[in-house]
């Protein structure tokens, strides 16, 4: 047992461990997540139990990239905190924050609404324009990505760059994103689901089949027969005024509803394509400004913070 300690501390590394109780040594960065009270709690009570067993990571400056949690849980307990000196400035906002979201890769990952907000707080316009339909149609942020990326993200490129801070969204594909959210606020309006408050539009599911209905155009090869069509925004829109329309737990059955209500009555029916047909048109209409390459085709206290265009 005395050897394999001993093999246990044979490589010890260059990192220090410091630990301070002045916390007036340590700021937060504007744009890192808020700190909110009950996740300060949880935090402290696991260190009154085992100590603090992974330090925080601060800054030269002393600006914490990880370990806001962990620093005010200190503070509540009145211990000293314990941190390491990260090798790098947090002087360069661009720098620090593509740092700060690669620590918590590993660690506790930002969701898509903390990424949108810390990008927001550096005043990106594109996640202040997309924080802005996210209000103003109640949409979630992966929902909202889904729309900018014209269906499923298979590739996680839109994904990627929004997390790096990298998506950049041209006019032109502002003007489709937002009259395709105008439309879907349509279908919501004619409250045709048969849900509680009639609405759900913005739903996953249902917004992914949209957008691959979406992309339907007679002209699109491997139709035959009744499937040689244009999708007709304005003929779903009344059909979804005039009949109900389930909601379904999967993508199949939701794309099978959403045929059979836009036939239902209708003189002239028409065969639905294979989703995965429509999916290999996903759109690739966004750009990185990382030069790769470019196509325009409850509630707790916070105590820290760091008709529609024709194109589309």
Not at 6 to 27: G, M
Not at 78 to 107: R, W
Not at 144 to 164: C, P, Q, Y
């Amino acid at each position: 047992m005395k050897a394999q300690n001993n093999a246990l501390r044979k490589t010890p590394t260059d990192k220090v461990v410091y630990k301070s109780d002045d916390y007036s040594l340590f700021s937060y960065l504007d744009y890192n997540r808020p700190v909110n009270e009950a996740r300060m709690r949880t935090i402290a009570s696991s260190i009154e139990r085992v100590g603090q067993q992974e330090p925080g990571i601060v800054s030269e400056e002393g600006k914490v990239l990880s370990g806001q949690g962990r620093l005010e849980a200190c503070k509540h307990l009145k211990i000293p905190y314990e941190y390491i000196i990260g090798n790098h400035s947090s002087l360069k906002d661009d720098e620090t924050v593509k740092i700060m979201l690669e620590i918590h890769k590993v660690q506790s990952t930002f969701t898509p609404n903390e990424t949108l907000n810390c990008y927001c707080d550096l005043l990106r316009d594109d996640y202040l324009w997309l924080r802005g339909l996210k209000h103003q149609y109640n949409i979630a942020v992966a929902n909202l990505l889904m729309v900018v990326a014209s269906g499923w993200d298979k590739n996680h490129t839109i994904g990627e760059a929004f997390r790096n801070g990298d998506l950049v969204v041209s006019p032109e594909e502002r003007i489709r994103v937002e009259g395709i959210l105008k439309w879907i606020e349509e279908l919501d309006e004619a409250r045709p689901f048969q849900t509680k408050s009639r609405q759900g539009a913005f739903k996953n599911i249902f917004l992914k089949c949209m957008m691959s209905v979406l992309k339907w155009d007679e002209s699109l090869p491997g139709l035959s027969g009744k499937q040689i069509h244009t999708f007709d925004r304005d003929r779903f829109l009344e059909q979804a005024r005039a009949h109900r329309m389930r909601l379904e737990v999967n993508t199949e059955l939701q794309w099978e509803e959403i045929e059979f209500v836009y036939n239902k009555g209708k003189k002239k029916k028409y065969s639905f394509p294979p989703m995965s047909l429509l999916d290999k048109e996903m759109s690739s209409t966004f750009m990185f400004n990382a030069g790769n390459y470019y196509n325009t085709k409850g509630k707790s206290k916070v105590i820290a913070n760091g008709s529609l265009p024709s194109h589309f």
